[in-house]
């Protein structure tokens, strides 16, 4: 984790969620001693933007 992030959340992201669940699972060991909350787009960016601007073409 970047100097200076104590406390802040992370969020991990791409296009499926693929990625940034298999980053999660490798990052999760490091952040458990930490205040952080680590999470990712489950469903990748797409379906994120989706479902907070449903009004918008994909």
């Known amino acids: 984790m970047p100097a ?3 406390g802040t959340d992370l969020v991990l992201n791409c296009k499926a969620g693929t ?3 298999a980053a999660l699972a490798r990052l ?3 952040s458990a001693r930490r205040e952080e909350n ?3 787009l489950e469903d990748g960016v797409p379906a994120s ?3 907070l601007e449903p ?3 994909a």
């Open 4 to 6: 200076g992030t104590r």
């Open 28 to 30: 999760r060991p490091s």
């Open 55 to 57: 009004e918008k073409p």
């Open 49 to 51: 933007a989706a479902q």
């Open 38 to 40: 680590v999470g990712h």
């Open 19 to 21: 990625r940034s669940a």
